[in-house]
Nanobody, 119 residues
């Protein structure tokens, strides 16, 4: 079993910033990647950002505003962050952390954290 613990969501005004954190524990795949997805009401879940061996990928709508990073310490490598700047109302969604095997189909998801951008 793999557990993911997310934190950092909340309510923020347009133009504001938030930082999401996620730590994985348990039987984590040896060669893995981590990422963030989001799901807004009435919409499908979409990839926001992923990081694989330092290579990052973003959905077009967040490029230049969001940054994904991952700890590299021997006991912190299983923690990923999503720094979100210049937030817009359309960023409102539940944000899910994921860790998945680079080779294979194993993937694990957190419970999600709500991000609301509103004035």
């Amino acid at each position: 079993q793999v557990q993911l613990l997310e934190s950092g969501g909340g309510l923020v005004q347009p133009g504001g910033s938030l930082k999401l954190s996620c730590t994985a524990s348990g039987n984590i795949p040896a060669f893995n990647a981590m990422g963030w997805y989001r799901q807004a009401p009435g919409k499908e879940r979409e990839m926001v950002a992923t990081i694989t061996n330092g290579y990052t990928r973003y959905v077009d709508s967040v490029k230049g505003r969001f940054t994904i990073s991952r700890e590299s310490g021997w006991n912190t490598w299983n923690t990923v962050y999503l720094h979100m700047n210049n937030l817009k109302p359309e960023d409102t969604a539940i944000y899910y952390c994921t860790i998945y095997a680079v080779e294979g189909t194993d993937s694990y998801w957190g419970q999600g954290t709500q991000v609301t951008v509103s004035s």
